[in-house]
């Protein structure tokens, strides 16, 4: 019965996302962005090293920009509370909203790829970095959401929280004295990653590292989710 009462929100959700047409720019922007300035790069290993940032970019933005003001904003307005005397525990409610959410993160991931590269062999295991990535992000836009006291304090954390996953994982080649320290973190795990991958190779350990990162987050998720229960 939860199976289905999941599965209802789910649909609800995506359905309400169609609804609104400025969450679609969240969902465009990147593969617009990334389109224009690819072709301004032009042809070559610049091309290449771009493309990696953009998918990042669709993760952060999606993932992190739809979810985290959605559920301060349930919280705010008291409907979080109405779900969860529904059948639905707040595991369930925030599982729903989130599975939603990283549908369209891997849209946008995967109109990037596409618009940029087309369908070609690199596709499907860049898969597993879009999956890994973007489920990661809209983990930590649950994390926030579940934390902030306002949707205005929400909004500005996520805005600042995406630039900076963005920078780290576009700029670290620039910062070569930096670069052992920012090679860990998940924005310059996922381009590496992602450029392994298109340069038909793959980082085991980053996909491990990414992991563990997946792993932590889910963690941070449910005991927030565990505390906002007992309250």
């Not at 979080?80 to 595991?91: A, R, T």
Request: aromatic share 8%; net charge neutral.
């Amino acid at each position: 019965m939860s199976h289905h009462k999941i599965h209802i929100l789910f649909k609800h959700e995506c359905r309400d996302f169609l609804k609104q047409p400025p969450l679609w720019i969240l969902v465009l922007l990147p593969v617009l962005m990334s389109k224009m300035i690819i072709a301004v790069m032009g042809e070559g290993e610049q091309d290449m090293m771009l493309l990696p940032s953009w998918v990042l970019f669709a993760q952060v933005m999606v993932g992190i920009m739809i979810i985290a003001p959605d559920l301060m904003e349930e919280r705010e307005r008291k409907t979080l509370d109405s779900l969860m005397l529904s059948p639905l525990s707040l595991g369930q409610v925030v599982f729903g909203k989130g599975a939603a959410v990283l549908v369209f993160s891997l849209f946008s991931q995967l109109a990037v790829f596409v618009v940029n590269e087309g369908v070609e062999s690199r596709l499907a295991p860049s898969l597993i970095v879009m999956l890994l990535g973007g489920t990661l992000f809209v983990l930590v836009g649950v994390v926030i959401g579940l934390v902030m006291n306002s949707v205005k304090n929400t909004t500005a954390l996520s805005s600042a929280v995406m630039i900076v996953l963005f920078l780290t994982g576009t700029l670290y080649p620039a910062l070569p004295d930096w670069r052992t320290a920012l090679m860990w973190l998940p924005g310059v795990i996922v381009v590496e990653s992602l450029q392994s991958v298109l340069e038909q190779s793959i980082l085991w350990l980053q996909i491990v590292f990414l992991t563990g990162w997946l792993l932590a987050a889910a963690v941070a998720v449910g005991y927030l989710v565990r505390k906002e229960e007992r309250r």
